[in-house]
């Protein structure tokens, strides 16, 4: 069993960064692929980014690619994403998740764990 607790969501304007950090207990998070996906009303959760359990490789969606970077500390059990460059359309709610034994980018129906969410506002 692994618990995930999102935070760093907040209100910034188009161009600003935000840190999204996620808090993970549980056995065995060094061999869950960590991710992160958003869900914007009245849309499909969707993938954002992962780093996978093993040689920490990374994974993006084509919409943040260059913008956004995840990261995780396996020491301390955290995964972060990095978001420069917020455009309003990245206005969602976004999810931690955790995938076991995950090889590469997730898909909702692979992860094992969600965090419950935390809210990133966009202004323009």
């Known amino acids: 069993q692994v618990q995930l607790v999102e935070s760093g969501g907040g209100?910034?304007?188009?161009?600003?960064s935000l840190r999204l950090s996620c808090?993970?207990?549980?056995?065995?998070?060094?061999?869950?692929?960590?991710?992160?996906?958003?869900?914007?009303?009245?849309?499909?959760?969707e993938f954002v980014a992962a780093v996978r359990w093993s040689g920490?490789?990374?994974?993006?969606?084509?919409?943040v690619k260059g913008r956004f970077t995840v990261s995780r500390?396996?020491?301390?059990?955290?995964?972060?994403l990095q978001m420069n460059t917020l455009?309003?359309?990245?206005?969602?709610?976004?999810?931690?998740?955790a995938d076991w034994?995950?090889?590469?980018?997730?898909?909702v129906d692979e992860v094992d764990y969600w965090?419950?969410?935390t809210?990133?506002?966009?202004?323009?």
């Open 87 to 97: 455009k309003p359309e990245d206005t969602a709610v976004y999810f931690c998740a």
């Open 11 to 16: 209100l910034v304007q188009a161009g600003d």
């Open 73 to 80: 500390d396996n020491a301390d059990r955290m995964v972060y």
């Open 101 to 107: 034994g995950g090889l590469g980018a997730m898909s």
């Open 23 to 45: 808090a993970a207990s549980g056995r065995g998070f060094g061999s869950y692929t960590m991710g992160w996906f958003r869900q914007a009303p009245g849309k499909e959760r």
């Open 56 to 63: 920490g490789a990374t994974y993006y969606a084509d919409f």
């Open 115 to 117: 965090g419950q969410g």
């Open 119 to 124: 809210q990133v506002t966009v202004s323009s």
